[in-house]
């Protein structure tokens, strides 16, 4: 009985199918818990107006949250009423209270990645739809570039172009690109599409072609399939719909409501940005140990001594070649992936994520996770954490 009373708010247009909202959706239920909110998550086909108009009468929610980054109209504003609203991804500007992608934080973390193997260009592919956050992602990439001192190429895309067309175009688009192009697509279908494109241009990933896209989910859905092998920025879904919720609590509470903003959450490091030495078997072992047991201490005297048949020398010297960085850098972009997984929970104390991780000690964690990205530990836990602290 007592949850029959308990307060209800409403989330519409969500996508079961699609990963980044079940992320979003769970983000939603982490603070609506802490408050003994209870959600209802409405999918695309019951958002339509008349639809909305009944679940509001229905269910009498204190508030609503609306995702707008599908590809399903979503419903008007006007149709909410008096009930406050929270617009997540809206696709063109809100006055509204709304959680948007930081795609400039985003893109900084694909340029970081592409950049590492000191490429003689760049290059840009824009999403299919071709909506606003896409051409933001293309031009702050584009920006980037040209603070480096560096050359960029951009793909001419074509709003929802039949995927045969679009991939013909691409073929010829990447055959004119010079060797060694890092290739930036403003999501994962984008690079899924690229890839394609480039084996049958006969454009060799890594060796000829680096590419990183974004998102970073395993979607589900033949669609939204990303490419495998390809790197990925991978977007922090879950933080987005907490936000949205807290924001969502901030008006209902009669608390001025101030728009926010998401973004990277970490790399997913794949073979399309692991430089020139993806065929080289003892390389892709040495990447997989690191994966596995960096967080053990690891260090690359131990990762060399694994292979005795070469001298560590001669093997740091081919692990660099290959990867575009040391093999202290692989190691600890590991770890830090790690330490940002268990920042993103209230519980860890930083100590004890610099032991987890394999750091060798809390300052060492803090020194390269502020070099990283540009926060403290305790700004960022506050931006990720899954607890409402009021």
Known sequence: MREQCSPSIIYFDYHANEERHRRKFAGICRFAKAIGWRVAAVPPERSRPASVRGLLARHKPVGCIVECSGLDATPPPDVFGDTPVVWIDPLAPCDGASVVCDNVAVTKAAFRELSAGLPPCFAAVPSLSMPCWSQERVDAFRALCANAGGQCHVFDGIPWEDHGERIARLRTWISSLPSRCAVFAANDISARDIAE????????????????????????TAFYAPAPNVTSIQVDFELAGFLAARLLGDMVAGRHARPCSYGPLCVLRRESTRGFGRREARILEAVEIIRAEACDGLSAADLAARFPHCSRKHFERRFREAMGHSILDEINHVRLMKAKVLLASPSPSIGAIADFCGFGSERELRRRFSADTGLTMRQWRKDHVTQMRR
């Open 197 to 220: 494109a480039a084996r049958l241009a006969y454009r060799h990933m890594p060796k000829q072609l680096t590419l990183c896209g974004v998102d970073g989910t395993p979607e589900d």
